[in-house]
């Protein structure tokens, strides 16, 4: 069953530091099975507070998602997301179609 993880970006901080982390998140995807489907698009809030953008990464599992996540290549590249922009970071399960 598919997973997604969603990062919502709500204040840049360093944008020096978050073109490292650009350049070092992309080149943590290796084989990883990554599917991207927003990569901070225009951005409508219905509800609930702002964001400055919103990034949503498809995978074929919870387990897939995850050791993309913890992997060594995104461990680093994450010290510079936290040091260039205050997050927050959601994992969630899909759904399957019927």
């Known amino acids: 069953m598919s997973a997604y993880v969603v990062f ?21 995807r290796g084989d990883h099975p990554i ?10 809030v219905l509800e ?7 990034v949503i990464l498809q995978f074929p599992t919870l387990e897939a998602a995850k050791d993309w996540y913890h992997s060594p290549a995104y461990q ?6 936290m040091k260039g ?3 927050r970071v959601l994992l969630t399960q899909g759904v399957e179609a019927s």
Request: aromatic content about 8%.
């Open 8 to 28: 919502i970006r709500d204040e840049t901080l360093d944008a020096d530091e978050l073109s490292t982390y650009g350049t070092l998140a992309s080149q943590a």
């Open 35 to 44: 599917t991207p489907l927003a990569f901070y698009g225009d951005l409508e």
């Open 48 to 54: 609930g507070k702002s964001a400055e953008g919103v």
């Open 76 to 81: 680093a590249a994450k010290e510079h997301r």
């Open 85 to 87: 922009a205050s997050y």
